[in-house]
């Protein structure tokens, strides 16, 4: 009788540069949970595990669809009326020379097939540092390079336009801007964008800009559409349902294809071909994205207004606490302080969640440029919350730093 070969399952190379530093810790928090130790968690975009909820009419849509038989798979690009209603939207924006429209299971499938049809091994991408570590993800598992710019903290973390045309290589083939930024919280002015988009042009570049927070801004700051500034550039904007329309679970995103229709109809064949394999993104909540679009959006202002009070909390904070110092966020739900601290961040959010139950996220996770330390706080929770949150992060580093 043969004996079976002792051997082990590898796991594929390219995950080892594969993190997610938003949810790496949870595994400490949960065993903390377990030996009957609340957390306090600053740690997960999520509105809906605050005093957030999704409007009605969009939950009634969804409940109306389920009713109606809506339960089969829909159409590979999304569902008619949502496409059109996304289109108009993007009209209304002013968004010109739109070529494609398609449906996703949250903008984090949308990253996935639009980089995974245009990227190569051996080609690179430019995206932000910091910025969301779902790009480096989906780079590393699809083999390509990671080509990062930095944000200039000292410029309210706008990207140095001539530092990023110096990164540029022969293999760079799109480039990432995150507006409004997260973790910084930077909304980014028009003069950047229309840099950017000169840059773009200069090199054949894609670029990829997500607005996923576009309409999540303070104090009267304007969100610019990349797309409008740039109609003969390709731009892929990214949006969903999950931040501005407060459905984060239903996982609805899209992409908005613009710029010349010859310059992109192989790449929009390859997205198709991705789409149709994958048959369709969730059908029924598909009838959301039409009484979100063209309704009153009427939760917008309360909404905005809490979250400016919990940014203007956050910064009262960071303010008046020794080693901390932040720029203020423009846009979005995150802050992303620096500290002047002798330890590495994720040293310090680790400790910080075992001393203080405080969960926030360590900077390098998001990427920071070397020999700096920065946490990314959500504020999303009530102000009590982050009051207790604030005044036990204080204490921790009063302890710790003498």
């Known amino acids: 009788m043969l004996t079976a070969k002792a051997f082990e399952v590898l796991v594929a190379r390219n995950l080892q540069h594969v993190r997610s530093p938003i949810r790496d810790l949870a595994a400490v928090a949960d065993e903390l949970r377990r030996q009957g130790k609340p957390i306090l968690m600053l740690n997960i975009g999520d509105p809906l595990d605050a005093d957030f909820s999704t409007p009605p009419e969009l939950v009634e849509a969804v409940v109306q669809a389920l009713r109606d038989g809506k339960n089969g798979y829909a159409p590979a ?7 059109d209603a996304i289109r108009a939207d993007a009209g209304r924006k002013g968004i010109a020379n739109i070529q494609d429209i398609f449906i996703t299971d949250g903008v984090s499938e949308a990253v996935d097939i639009c980089l995974t049809a245009l990227l190569n091994p051996g080609d690179d991408l430019l995206v932000p ?26 410029l309210d973390w706008e990207p140095d336009v001539e530092g990023l045309a110096a990164r540029v290589t022969p293999s760079t083939r799109g480039i990432v801007l995150i507006n409004p930024n997260n973790p910084t919280g930077a909304v980014h002015s028009r003069r950047t964008l229309e840099g950017i988009a000169e840059l773009a042009r200069q090199h054949n570049l894609v670029i990829f800009a997500d607005e996923i927070y576009d309409r999540v801004t303070f104090d009267g700051v304007q969100h610019v559409p990349m797309a409008t500034l740039a109609p003969e550039v390709p731009v892929v904007t990214f949006g969903g349902l999950s931040k501005g329309f407060l459905a984060t679970g239903w996982r609805v995103g899209w992409c908005v294809v613009s710029g010349p229709a010859a310059a992109l109809q192989s790449y929009m064949e390859g997205m198709h071909k991705l789409l149709r394999s994958r048959l369709s993104a969730n059908h029924p909540v598909q009838y959301a994205v039409r009484p979100a679009l063209e309704g009153m959006q009427q939760h917008l202002p309360g909404m905005i207004a809490k979250l400016q009070a919990r940014r203007d909390l956050t910064l009262q904070w960071c303010d008046s606490t020794p080693r901390v110092r932040c ?19 994720l040293e310090f959010v680790k400790a910080l969640l075992l001393e203080k139950q405080v969960l926030v996220v360590h900077g390098g ?15 999303l929770p009530r102000e009590a919350t982050l009051g207790k949150a604030y005044q036990a992060i204080g204490d921790f580093m009063g302890e710790r730093y003498t």
């Open 365 to 379: 996770g998001f990427g920071e440029q070397p020999g700096t330390q920065h946490v990314r706080i959500v504020f």
């Open 129 to 154: 540092r910091p910025g969301y570590p779902l790009y480096t993800a989906v780079l590393a598992k699809i083999g390509a390079g990671r080509n990062p710019y930095d944000l200039a903290e000292e």
């Open 327 to 345: 720029v203020a966020p423009k846009g979005g739900f995150y802050a992303f302080p620096r500290l002047d601290i002798p330890e590495d961040d």
């Open 77 to 83: 690009l999304g569902v008619p009326e949502a496409l």
